[in-house]
């Protein structure tokens, strides 16, 4: 599926450009670089001095982007990393001070639309949820394997799902018949327990083990700690979260940043307080709806 030409609309943009393209000239760090929808824009913004390096562990994501960006080859690069690493990649790149980093934590809509990847309820597929195809762990492998009671934490502390420990239970019942395959398969047993709210009752669950299988928080909060030193003075750090788990994760780091003493929270950005898209926007791309824009500078 590497040749399908997959829309994905980047979040928050004019925002995004406006806050964080401050100095034309400067190193930019995509540290979640995906179909190259941010990338570009930044690219179009920066002067013909300016340089983006993009990261993302996804070989499909860097193709992609690969070809949406090859009008820029002696200003753009790719690195295919989890940002977790970026420390290591910025030095063998030598690819810093850096005038501002971009971290864009929402699922690429190429994930979602190839059933094979297994992110998608709606699309049947394997149980697999990778971002990393080399990485060893899938869904399917915590589905049937993992103890009721650690999918109950699981789906309980990263799908803040309330019904987590009926659904472990009745997981871990059924697969001493037959083990979970599919991602339908899952969703429609998850619907059969749990009555519909305002989104399908797989939703949680699906996000708890995307999370899991990427290490996704524990991953966010490396490599935000880890980009903080390769920032130059009055360089920007910007992430965009859309759920809870994650932004207070952000939240957090930048409150310990700022008590340190080592950033600022930047006024024309809302300050403390995230950038939330515009009724516009929202209205033109819908899964916009829960991002937050958070931003810091660099003393």
Wanted: proline share 6%; hydrophobic share 45%.
């Amino acid at each position: 599926m590497g040749n399908t030409p997959y829309q994905h609309e980047p979040v928050l943009l004019e925002e995004v450009l406006r806050l964080l393209v401050t100095e034309p000239a400067g190193f930019y760090l995509d540290a979640t670089l995906g179909l190259g929808g941010h990338a570009e824009a930044i690219l179009r913004q920066i002067s013909a001095q300016g340089k983006l390096l993009g990261l993302d562990m996804d070989p499909e994501a860097l193709d992609a982007a690969g070809n949406r960006l090859k009008a820029h080859p002696g200003q753009f690069r790719a690195v295919r990393a989890n940002f977790r690493t970026l420390g290591h990649v910025l030095e063998s790149e030598k690819f810093f001070p850096l005038a501002g980093a971009l971290f864009d934590l929402g699922v690429s809509s190429m994930h979602f639309e190839n059933p094979e990847r297994g992110f998608s309820f709606e699309r049947e597929g394997p149980l697999d949820m990778r971002l990393a195809p080399d990485n060893p762990l899938t869904a399917g492998m915590i589905v049937n394997n993992w103890p009721a009671e650690q999918l109950t934490l699981l789906f309980k502390e990263f799908g803040e799902e309330p019904a987590a420990n009926r659904i472990a239970r009745a997981i871990e019942a059924r697969r001493q018949h037959r083990p979970f395959e599919t991602t339908t398969e899952l969703a429609e047993f998850i619907a059969r327990i749990i009555p519909r709210g305002k989104t399908h009752q797989a939703t949680r669950v699906f996000m708890a083990l995307r999370i899991a299988v990427n290490a996704e928080l524990e991953n966010l909060t490396r490599g935000l700690e880890s980009v903080l030193p390769y920032l130059m003075h009055a360089g920007r750090l910007a992430v965009i979260s859309f759920h809870s788990l994650e932004d207070r994760i952000v939240k957090n780091i930048f409150s310990s940043f700022v008590e340190h003493g080592v950033c600022r929270y930047v006024e024309e950005a809302g300050g403390k307080s995230p950038v939330a898209p515009s009724a516009v926007e929202v209205a033109r791309n819908p899964r916009a709806r829960s991002a937050k824009l958070r931003i810091v500078e660099k003393l």
